[in-house]
């Protein structure tokens, strides 16, 4: 059974045409899908019974409830949703005063294999469609509470590109949430291709996983750094203006005696000052037969002070979710039984 979560309006459009419906109920289910976040077709009641009959031959909505949650003691929740085809992924709900972030995952696994992460580690088993991505936000029960959507969960979002803007797109389309941008932050390693399309194509903000500004210790950590190194990709952002509305920040995680040392902090200065942009200091989380160790809270401080004082607008971030493994890197890609 095909699903219509996930489609965007021209596709709908086809729909109709597929299903002898009229042109107009393309944004009609349009409407249902995203705004009102129905869960069967039976519930457009602008439809036709006729047509909502002959939609229900090939397709449903596509919403499917979370398999599992699991509360942290600080309020952070975990979801484990199926996806169409079998498999499942994890997001995180992380509610923060106001605001509340969703942690979405745009595969089913990931091909990186970044040694310190948990999803890397385990390997790639498949892509999600523009559904299964939208699937954990639609799906969400606090939905109506999300402030922020991050492409930071399973697997590397520039490996999934088409389904990623195609979700993105739905969440900031008139039809759809119409979600302003600069509340939609998306991930990468650094896929040069990738880099490219998405800084052309859209508006949202820009993660960059960067952990080392060293070329070798940062493949030692990250074998993309083989085919997409540092050299490659932060032209390309140094070429962009990040004056305006859309935000660049980079991700990096501390390891104890690895990479706080002043010469990495000199070293991200040197690359990083020269772009408008903000670092993500994150605390490592020890994964199983790893040889990293996060490091001591006094090095986290004098990195940030270091980085800000030359420039480099710094934080550490508050992390969350660690007792549930709903942190950074600790997402995996077995159904929890």
């Known amino acids: 059974m095909k699903t219509l979560l996930g489609k965007t309006l021209d596709e709908l459009r086809e729909v109709t045409a597929q299903c002898n419906l009229p042109s107009f109920a393309a944004r009609q289910m349009a409407e249902w899908l995203y705004k009102h976040g129905v869960t069967a077709i039976d519930d457009m009641t ?42 499942h992924v994890e997001s995180v709900f992380i509610p923060d005063g106001d605001r509340a972030t969703l942690c979405v995952s745009s595969q089913v696994g990931c091909k990186m294999g970044c040694q310190f992460c948990m999803t890397g580690r385990q390997g790639f ?58 509340r939609i932050t998306v991930s990468t390693v650094g896929l040069r291709k990738g880099m490219e399309r998405f800084l052309r194509e859209s508006p949202c903000h820009l993660a960059v996983s960067l952990h080392s500004p060293f070329h070798e210790e940062r493949a030692g950590m990250m074998p993309a750094e083989r085919a997409w190194s540092l050299t490659e990709f932060l032209p390309l952002l140094q070429k962009e203006d990040w004056s305006g509305q859309r935000r660049l920040s980079f991700e990096y ?20 000052s020269p772009m408008e942009c903000r670092v993500n200091l994150i605390r490592f989380h ?11 809270e006094e090095s986290m401080t004098r990195m940030r002070d270091y980085l800000t004082r030359h420039g480099v607008t710094c934080t550490i971030r508050a992390s969350r979710g660690q007792d549930i493994m709903a942190a950074c890197g600790l997402l995996s890609t077995a159904k929890k039984e």
């Open 253 to 272: 995680i501390v390891f104890g005696g690895l990479n706080d040392s002043e010469a990495h902090m000199r070293e991200l200065v040197r690359l990083l």
């Open 125 to 182: 088993e498949g892509q999600l469609s523009a559904g299964d991505i939208l699937n954990q936000i639609y799906a969400l029960p606090e939905r109506d509470r999300l402030t922020n959507i991050v492409f930071m969960g399973q697997g590397e979002p520039f490996d999934n590109l088409d389904a990623v803007l195609c979700a993105t797109q739905l969440l900031m389309a008139p039809y759809g949430w119409a979600w302003s941008p600069r």
């Open 286 to 296: 020890t994964i199983p037969d790893t040889p990293f160790h996060g490091a001591e």
């Open 46 to 87: 602008n439809l036709s019974k006729q047509g909502r009959e002959r939609l229900k031959q090939d397709y449903e909505v596509g919403i499917r409830p979370a398999a599992m949650c699991q509360t942290s003691k600080d309020g952070t929740r975990k979801y484990l949703f199926p996806t169409s085809d079998g498999h």
